[in-house]
C-alpha cells in the first residue's frame, strides 16, 4: 500500500522559509512524476511543482517559480520542498502527490498545513 506522508508545514513571517518533507512508502516509484499541490481557503487545489523520480527534471507554476524549489532524495524515497520568500498569499494546506501515466497510478497524501503571516 502507498503511502505518502507529509511533514514540515507550520507558522512563518511573510519573507521566511520552510522546507516541506514528502515520506513515500509500500512501492517503488521508478517512472512516477511526484509533485506538489496546495488548496488555500476557499480555492481550488492548484499545482505547485513537480519532479521525475528519475531523472530529477523539474517545473514549476509562473507563481513560486524563483521562490520555490523541488529535490528529492531516491536513497530516502522522500521529495523535498523548498519555500523561500513566503508570502501570505502562499498560505495553503501543501498536498504530495505521486503520479504515474502507464499503467494509471495516483496517490495523494493528507496534506500539511502552511500560514504566513503579515
Known amino acids: 500500500q502507498v503511502q505518502l506522508v507529509e511533514s514540515g508545514g507550520g507558522l512563518v513571517q511573510a519573507g521566511g522559509s520552510l522546507r516541506l518533507s514528502c515520506a513515500a512508502s509500500g512501492g517503488t516509484f521508478s517512472g512516477f512524476a511526484m509533485k506538489w499541490f496546495r488548496q488555500a481557503p476557499g480555492k481550488e487545489r492548484e499545482f505547485v511543482a513537480r519532479?521525475?523520480?528519475?531523472?530529477?527534471?523539474?517545473y514549476y507554476a509562473d507563481s513560486v517559480k524563483g521562490r520555490f524549489t523541488i529535490s528529492r532524495d531516491t536513497a530516502k524515497n522522500t521529495v523535498y520542498l523548498q519555500l523561500n520568500m513566503l508570502k501570505p498569499e502562499d498560505t495553503a494546506v501543501y498536498y504530495c502527490?505521486?503520479?504515474?501515466?502507464?499503467?494509471?497510478?495516483?496517490?495523494w497524501g493528507k496534506g500539511t498545513l502552511v500560514t504566513v503571516s503579515s
Open positions: 519532479i521525475s523520480w528519475g531523472g530529477g527534471s523539474t
Open positions: 502527490n505521486a503520479h504515474r501515466a502507464i499503467p494509471s497510478m495516483d496517490y
